[in-house]
């Protein structure tokens, strides 16, 4: 019998275990099709995916049950200090990412802490590197492409799914390290305020691969060699609707985080749901527990979603949030502008009009609030003086604007940018 014989056979027979349900079988003849070298059918590569698929999500929960216990232990111990700023510390951030406070509100940054960014970056093209190199090129587009049309709603106003199997990766090249770059510069204005405690609960509603946490241990990173950080010990926990999402933050998380020398302990805690459907799964989080709830760009364009999950965010707040915790908000100015269908303008009045309004519709109050912006500028840019901007002042994306060349077909430099109010709030 010659081997396209022995192919076909061998297909029939892994078929006809399928229908079977004899799955063990159908194991054991994917793997002798693979050893073979013969071309696998569709059918062929939709198990093989789907047992990938599983092993990733067995090997999540025991990550997730190891955490969890690890989590229960560091909320055992005893509180630690607040983390007063350090005077050196907090003139070098401001002489490193350039920041000017045009006025009581209004902060810009065009620099960045590139002995910190430029080593992150690096390591996470190759980490994406490695995730594309196991996939064929031919799938590799297409899945790329179904989740940059996806994703690429955002530009429009729209609300993505966030539903493709490559989702996280194009998530990763096109926002994870700005909006990195903005959660850093938060928790730096949180740690100037001292109001940031060595041990600290945070929640992450709509987590997407942990950015939140990724921010804060970039921020402590900085702070290496101006004074002594006591032990650091920060409970994590993720609200997102897709696993992949926190799989892969995880997955790199322990690759780039864990890797370095540090005095931070994070414990994560993982609860895959979704805010829309939170009176079911209201139990999965500890009452009283957070000193900060942080909601990061997860603000609906579309009406009745953005009333149902506010509706949502608040029940958490009010039975999560600890009486001295606070609330950290971060929004992008055209969305914030847009939910209000105003259009923005470079005036104080108007914009803090707008935030009040927002805290409203949160049943919040308002601590302050900040504009981080590239520009300067509160009213937008047009296209070409942006571009203008960037390429004369913007810190530039070296590592990751030759993958989004070679794979997104992406023309311009990537740069980091900032476009976002941050907000700190606490209960009414």
């Not at 229908?19 to 099709?33: M, N, P, S, T």
Request: charged fraction near 25%.
């Amino acid at each position: 019998m010659n081997n396209p014989i022995v192919n076909w056979w061998r297909s029939q027979q892994f078929k006809l275990s399928l229908k079977r349900g004899d799955i063990r079988r159908a194991v054991q003849l994917l793997q002798e099709i693979q050893k073979s070298g013969a071309t696998f059918s569709w059918l062929e590569k939709l198990f093989r995916d789907k047992l990938q698929l599983e092993r990733y999500s067995q090997e999540y929960k025991r990550q997730t049950e190891t955490l969890s216990k690890q989590l229960t232990e560091a909320s055992q111990q005893k509180p630690n200090l607040i983390l007063m700023p350090d005077e050196e510390f907090v003139k070098y951030i401001y002489k490193v990412f350039n920041l000017i406070q045009h006025d009581e509100y209004k902060l810009q940054s065009t620099s960045i802490d590139e002995r910190i960014f430029d080593d992150f970056e690096s390591t996470l093209v190759e980490y994406l590197k490695e995730e594309f190199s196991k996939i064929t090129d031919k799938q590799l587009f297409i899945k790329l492409e179904d989740a940059l049309e996806d994703i690429n709603n955002l530009k429009i106003g729209q609300d993505p799914d966030y539903r493709f199997s490559l989702t996280p990766h194009v998530y990763f090249m096109k926002y994870f390290l700005e909006n990195v770059y903005c959660i850093y510069l938060a928790w730096f204005l949180i740690y100037q305020d001292a109001l940031l405690p060595s041990k600290v609960n945070i929640l992450d509603i709509a987590a997407g691969p942990g950015t939140v946490a990724y921010g804060l241990a970039l921020f402590l990173q900085s702070s290496s060699g101006f004074f002594h950080i006591p032990q650091m010990h920060i409970s994590y926990y993720s609200l997102e609707k897709q696993d992949a999402f926190q799989f892969r933050g995880l997955q790199f998380w322990r690759r780039y985080i864990e890797s370095r020398l540090t005095t931070v302990n994070a414990y994560f805690r993982f609860v895959t749901t979704d805010i829309f459907t939170w009176e079911t799964q209201s139990n999965n989080l500890p009452k009283d527990f957070f000193d900060f709830i942080v909601i990061s760009h997860c603000f609906f364009a579309d009406p009745a979603k953005r009333a149902e999950a506010n509706n949502t965010y608040k029940q958490i707040f009010v039975s999560s949030l600890k009486k001295s915790g606070y609330i950290l908000l971060i929004v992008q100015d055209k969305k914030l502008f847009k939910i209000y269908d105003i259009h923005q303008i470079e005036s104080q009045a108007q914009e803090k009009n707008v935030v009040d309004k927002f805290m409203a519709e949160l049943g919040l109050e308002l601590i302050w609030y900040k504009y981080l912006t590239s520009t300067g500028s509160r009213k937008p840019s047009s296209a070409a003086n942006f571009a203008k901007i960037a390429k004369e002042k913007l810190p530039k994306q070296l590592y990751m604007n030759s993958i989004l060349q070679q794979y997104l077909g992406q023309k311009y430099q990537s740069c980091y940018a900032l476009d976002d109010y941050v907000i700190l709030a606490k209960k009414s």
